[in-house]
Protein backbone atom coordinates (compact mmCIF):
# COMPACT_ATOMS: atom_id res chain seq x y z
CA UNK A 1 0.00 0.00 0.00
CA UNK A 2 1.00 3.31 -0.55
CA UNK A 3 0.46 4.37 3.23
CA UNK A 4 3.23 1.89 5.42
CA UNK A 5 1.81 4.02 8.19
CA UNK A 6 -1.55 2.78 7.67
CA UNK A 7 -0.55 -0.51 6.66
CA UNK A 8 1.29 -0.79 9.83
CA UNK A 9 -1.77 0.17 12.05
CA UNK A 10 -3.90 -1.75 9.97
CA UNK A 11 -1.31 -4.68 11.03
CA UNK A 12 -1.27 -3.54 14.72
CA UNK A 13 -4.53 -1.92 15.51
CA UNK A 14 -5.92 -2.83 19.01
CA UNK A 15 -8.57 -1.96 21.49
CA UNK A 16 -9.83 -2.22 25.14
CA UNK A 17 -12.62 -4.08 25.07
CA UNK A 18 -12.20 -8.20 24.61
CA UNK A 19 -15.25 -9.32 22.18
CA UNK A 20 -14.64 -6.04 20.14
CA UNK A 21 -11.12 -6.25 19.68
CA UNK A 22 -11.57 -10.40 18.34
CA UNK A 23 -14.21 -9.00 16.39
CA UNK A 24 -12.26 -5.99 15.13
CA UNK A 25 -8.66 -7.83 14.60
CA UNK A 26 -11.02 -10.71 12.46
CA UNK A 27 -12.53 -7.47 10.55
CA UNK A 28 -8.66 -5.68 10.00
CA UNK A 29 -7.23 -9.03 9.42
CA UNK A 30 -10.34 -9.54 6.24
CA UNK A 31 -9.61 -5.85 5.03
CA UNK A 32 -5.97 -6.13 5.39
CA UNK A 33 -6.19 -9.35 2.84
CA UNK A 34 -8.95 -7.81 0.33
CA UNK A 35 -6.40 -4.76 0.11
CA UNK A 36 -3.95 -6.96 -0.96
CA UNK A 37 -6.04 -9.22 -3.56
CA UNK A 38 -6.95 -5.67 -5.08
CA UNK A 39 -3.63 -4.43 -5.59
CA UNK A 40 -2.24 -7.68 -6.93
CA UNK A 41 -6.01 -8.05 -8.92
CA UNK A 42 -5.71 -4.49 -10.69
CA UNK A 43 -1.96 -3.27 -10.44
CA UNK A 44 -3.66 -0.50 -8.32
CA UNK A 45 -1.60 1.33 -5.52
CA UNK A 46 -4.22 1.61 -2.72
CA UNK A 47 -3.78 3.57 1.04
CA UNK A 48 -5.49 2.60 4.18
CA UNK A 49 -6.46 4.83 6.39
CA UNK A 50 -8.33 4.35 10.00
CA UNK A 51 -9.98 7.89 10.13
CA UNK A 52 -11.69 10.30 8.47
CA UNK A 53 -11.28 13.87 9.71
CA UNK A 54 -14.00 15.79 9.92
CA UNK A 55 -12.47 18.88 9.04
CA UNK A 56 -11.09 17.30 5.55
CA UNK A 57 -14.81 16.26 4.81
CA UNK A 58 -16.15 19.86 5.45
CA UNK A 59 -13.16 21.41 3.57
CA UNK A 60 -14.37 18.90 0.42
CA UNK A 61 -17.95 19.64 0.92
CA UNK A 62 -17.20 23.46 0.71
CA UNK A 63 -15.20 22.95 -2.40
CA UNK A 64 -17.86 21.12 -4.44
CA UNK A 65 -20.77 23.02 -2.86
CA UNK A 66 -19.21 26.44 -2.18
CA UNK A 67 -23.21 28.01 -2.23
CA UNK A 68 -24.20 25.78 1.01
CA UNK A 69 -22.97 26.81 4.71
CA UNK A 70 -21.13 24.31 6.42
CA UNK A 71 -20.15 23.96 10.11
CA UNK A 72 -16.53 23.89 11.54
CA UNK A 73 -15.90 20.73 13.67
CA UNK A 74 -13.06 20.55 16.33
CA UNK A 75 -9.51 19.98 14.84
CA UNK A 76 -9.12 16.39 15.76
CA UNK A 77 -12.57 15.08 15.46
CA UNK A 78 -12.76 11.88 13.26
CA UNK A 79 -15.08 9.03 12.09
CA UNK A 80 -13.07 5.91 13.00
CA UNK A 81 -14.99 3.10 11.26
CA UNK A 82 -13.67 -0.48 12.81
CA UNK A 83 -12.52 -1.46 9.68
CA UNK A 84 -10.84 1.53 8.67
CA UNK A 85 -11.51 3.01 5.10
CA UNK A 86 -9.40 1.98 1.98
CA UNK A 87 -8.67 4.26 -0.92
CA UNK A 88 -7.90 4.11 -4.86
CA UNK A 89 -5.36 6.91 -5.62
CA UNK A 90 -5.83 8.39 -8.32
CA UNK A 91 -3.04 10.47 -10.44
CA UNK A 92 -4.07 14.07 -9.37
CA UNK A 93 -3.41 13.43 -6.09
CA UNK A 94 -6.86 12.81 -4.88
CA UNK A 95 -8.42 9.57 -3.20
CA UNK A 96 -11.16 7.83 -3.75
CA UNK A 97 -13.17 5.52 -0.86
CA UNK A 98 -13.33 1.68 -2.06
CA UNK A 99 -14.17 -0.08 1.28
CA UNK A 100 -15.55 1.25 4.30
CA UNK A 101 -15.94 -1.58 7.03
CA UNK A 102 -17.88 -1.47 10.58
CA UNK A 103 -18.51 -4.75 12.91
CA UNK A 104 -20.81 -4.12 15.26
CA UNK A 105 -22.15 -6.58 18.04
CA UNK A 106 -25.02 -6.21 20.53
CA UNK A 107 -26.70 -8.69 22.85
CA UNK A 108 -25.88 -10.12 26.39
CA UNK A 109 -29.18 -11.66 27.47
CA UNK A 110 -28.21 -15.37 26.17
CA UNK A 111 -25.45 -15.43 27.90
CA UNK A 112 -27.24 -14.14 31.16
CA UNK A 113 -30.40 -16.16 30.49
CA UNK A 114 -27.59 -19.15 31.24
CA UNK A 115 -26.14 -17.36 34.01
CA UNK A 116 -29.80 -17.41 35.74
CA UNK A 117 -30.10 -13.16 35.51
CA UNK A 118 -32.50 -11.12 34.18
CA UNK A 119 -32.46 -9.66 30.80
CA UNK A 120 -30.87 -6.26 30.30
CA UNK A 121 -32.16 -3.70 28.04
CA UNK A 122 -31.10 -3.75 24.89
CA UNK A 123 -27.67 -1.76 23.28
CA UNK A 124 -27.41 1.39 21.48
CA UNK A 125 -25.07 -0.15 18.58
CA UNK A 126 -27.43 0.62 15.66
CA UNK A 127 -27.68 3.92 17.05
CA UNK A 128 -23.95 4.61 16.83
CA UNK A 129 -24.08 3.17 13.68
CA UNK A 130 -26.70 5.33 11.99
CA UNK A 131 -24.49 8.49 13.52
CA UNK A 132 -21.70 6.95 11.50
CA UNK A 133 -23.57 6.34 8.58
CA UNK A 134 -25.03 9.70 8.10
CA UNK A 135 -21.37 11.26 8.40
CA UNK A 136 -19.98 9.11 6.04
CA UNK A 137 -22.70 9.06 3.72
CA UNK A 138 -22.01 12.58 4.24
CA UNK A 139 -18.46 12.46 3.15
CA UNK A 140 -19.14 10.68 0.15
CA UNK A 141 -21.41 13.26 -1.47
CA UNK A 142 -20.94 13.41 -5.06
CA UNK A 143 -18.69 9.98 -5.43
CA UNK A 144 -21.47 8.32 -7.27
CA UNK A 145 -20.76 4.83 -4.55
CA UNK A 146 -21.41 4.04 -0.71
CA UNK A 147 -19.18 1.63 -0.50
CA UNK A 148 -19.70 1.11 3.27
CA UNK A 149 -20.76 -2.23 4.60
CA UNK A 150 -21.53 -3.27 8.42
CA UNK A 151 -21.14 -6.46 10.08
CA UNK A 152 -23.67 -7.07 13.20
CA UNK A 153 -24.17 -9.90 15.16
CA UNK A 154 -25.29 -10.99 19.08
CA UNK A 155 -28.35 -11.61 20.21
CA UNK A 156 -30.34 -8.70 19.88
CA UNK A 157 -29.84 -9.29 15.92
CA UNK A 158 -31.84 -12.31 16.10
CA UNK A 159 -35.00 -13.20 13.78
CA UNK A 160 -37.77 -11.51 14.10
CA UNK A 161 -36.08 -9.13 16.64
CA UNK A 162 -37.68 -5.00 16.58
CA UNK A 163 -33.83 -4.22 16.61
CA UNK A 164 -33.49 -5.56 12.93
CA UNK A 165 -35.99 -2.75 12.42
CA UNK A 166 -33.62 -0.15 13.42
CA UNK A 167 -30.81 -1.74 11.45
CA UNK A 168 -33.15 -1.71 8.84
CA UNK A 169 -34.29 2.08 8.72
CA UNK A 170 -30.29 2.93 8.80
CA UNK A 171 -30.42 0.76 5.90
CA UNK A 172 -33.09 3.06 4.35
CA UNK A 173 -35.72 0.12 4.70
CA UNK A 174 -33.51 -2.17 1.86
CA UNK A 175 -32.71 -5.96 2.70
CA UNK A 176 -30.21 -6.98 4.89
CA UNK A 177 -27.23 -9.52 4.10
CA UNK A 178 -26.90 -7.01 0.38
CA UNK A 179 -24.99 -5.54 -0.98
CA UNK A 180 -26.16 -2.02 -2.01
CA UNK A 181 -23.36 0.12 -3.94
CA UNK A 182 -24.86 2.34 -6.34
CA UNK A 183 -27.83 4.68 -5.89
CA UNK A 184 -31.07 3.47 -6.57
CA UNK A 185 -34.08 5.42 -7.75
CA UNK A 186 -35.35 7.78 -10.35
CA UNK A 187 -33.24 10.30 -9.00
CA UNK A 188 -30.54 7.91 -6.91
CA UNK A 189 -32.28 9.06 -3.83
CA UNK A 190 -31.43 5.38 -2.16
CA UNK A 191 -27.59 5.26 -1.43
CA UNK A 192 -27.41 2.82 1.37
CA UNK A 193 -24.50 0.96 1.91
CA UNK A 194 -24.09 -2.48 2.61
CA UNK A 195 -25.88 -4.24 5.87
CA UNK A 196 -24.32 -7.77 7.35
CA UNK A 197 -26.58 -8.33 10.74
CA UNK A 198 -27.55 -12.06 12.26
CA UNK A 199 -27.27 -13.40 15.68
CA UNK A 200 -24.35 -16.28 14.83
CA UNK A 201 -20.97 -14.80 14.70
CA UNK A 202 -19.81 -14.18 11.05
CA UNK A 203 -16.34 -16.01 10.34
CA UNK A 204 -13.86 -14.16 8.45
CA UNK A 205 -14.22 -16.25 5.01
CA UNK A 206 -17.46 -14.63 5.14
CA UNK A 207 -16.43 -11.53 5.40
CA UNK A 208 -13.72 -11.22 3.44
CA UNK A 209 -16.07 -12.90 0.12
CA UNK A 210 -18.66 -9.91 1.38
CA UNK A 211 -15.58 -7.31 1.16
CA UNK A 212 -14.01 -8.49 -1.61
CA UNK A 213 -16.95 -7.96 -3.42
CA UNK A 214 -17.67 -4.45 -2.79
CA UNK A 215 -14.29 -3.46 -3.38
CA UNK A 216 -14.37 -5.02 -6.90
CA UNK A 217 -16.98 -3.25 -7.47
CA UNK A 218 -16.13 0.02 -6.68
CA UNK A 219 -12.91 -0.34 -8.03
CA UNK A 220 -14.50 -1.14 -12.07
CA UNK A 221 -17.18 1.62 -10.75
CA UNK A 222 -13.90 4.16 -10.62
CA UNK A 223 -11.92 2.75 -13.84
CA UNK A 224 -15.46 3.52 -15.59
CA UNK A 225 -15.72 7.16 -13.97
CA UNK A 226 -11.95 8.13 -14.23
CA UNK A 227 -10.37 5.75 -17.14
CA UNK A 228 -7.83 3.26 -16.43
CA UNK A 229 -5.17 5.49 -17.34
CA UNK A 230 -5.80 7.94 -14.23
CA UNK A 231 -5.47 5.82 -11.48
CA UNK A 232 -1.88 5.79 -9.67
CA UNK A 233 -0.52 2.32 -10.55
CA UNK A 234 2.58 0.42 -8.67
Not at 83 to 110: C, F, M, V, W
Not at 130 to 143: D, P, R
Not at 157 to 175: Q, Y
Request: glycine share 8%.
Amino acid sequence: MANKDGLRKLRDKTVINKTSKKQETVLLEAVKHVAVTIEKQFGLNLQWEDKWLLKDVVIHLRKHYPSVEFFDPLENSSMKPDGGILYLLHKDGSKHPILIAERKNQGTNDLRKLEGKKKQAKGNAVERLGKNVIGLKTAMTGEGIFPFVCFGDGCDFEDKSSILDRVITVAMFGHLRKIYLVPEGPSGEFLRGSYFFRSEAWKSPEIVKVLEDIATRSVHFYISKFGDDKLLRK
